[in-house]
């Protein structure tokens, strides 16, 4: 027997959101069957979602003390947050190393302002900092070592050596 799930599809001004049709507690795996094609009319814009909508009023001036504290006294100002666990967002999937042989895992989510696609805090935001001597390489899958072995190496700002909470840096 073949079967097709439900989905609701939610038509909002030009964006469309697709929706189980099913409680979000419910633990549901499906595959469909049939294509589903969706296509625009007269060759208007349509935008399909996967997500939810935002509201601004959900954005916020960062109030607690401890977080300002680990910013930088001139950027304080300028950022913003959003608890995600109050517009009901509260599984934005596991962040972790890929590419560079890798295994393959599903990906995170994502947030886009305006359709265009936000990128992780970073610094610096536009450039690249120049690395100095390599003290460590690190885990090279390539000639067999998969431990993923973060390596070391010195540089040659001093920026991150003002940063607070060291521990979980990415590069």
């Known amino acids: ?93 596991e962040m972790r190393p890929v590419g560079f042989s890798r295994p393959f895992g599903l990906a995170w989510a994502e947030l886009f302002v305006n359709g265009e696609p936000c990128s992780i805090a970073r610094w610096p935001n536009d450039s690249k900092v120049k690395t100095g001597e390599i003290i460590d390489s690190g885990s090279v899958p390539h000639d067999g070592d998969f431990s993923n072995r973060g390596g070391a190496f010195t540089f040659e700002s001093e920026r991150p050596l003002t940063w607070k909470d060291q521990d979980d840096i990415w590069i």
Request: proline letters at 4%; glycine letters at 6%.
């Open 1 to 93: 027997m073949i079967a097709l799930q439900r989905m609701l599809v939610q038509y909002e001004g030009d964006e469309i959101y697709l929706f189980p049709a099913w409680p979000k507690n419910w633990d549901v795996e499906f595959k469909v069957y049939a294509p589903i094609i969706f296509s625009a009319y007269k060759n208007e814009k349509v935008v399909i979602h996967g997500g939810l909508k935002i509201s601004e009023e959900s954005i916020q001036k960062i109030n607690d003390p401890e977080i300002l504290n680990r910013l930088n006294s001139s950027l304080r100002d300028k950022i913003l947050e959003l608890d995600l666990n109050t517009i009901g967002l509260n599984d934005l999937g």
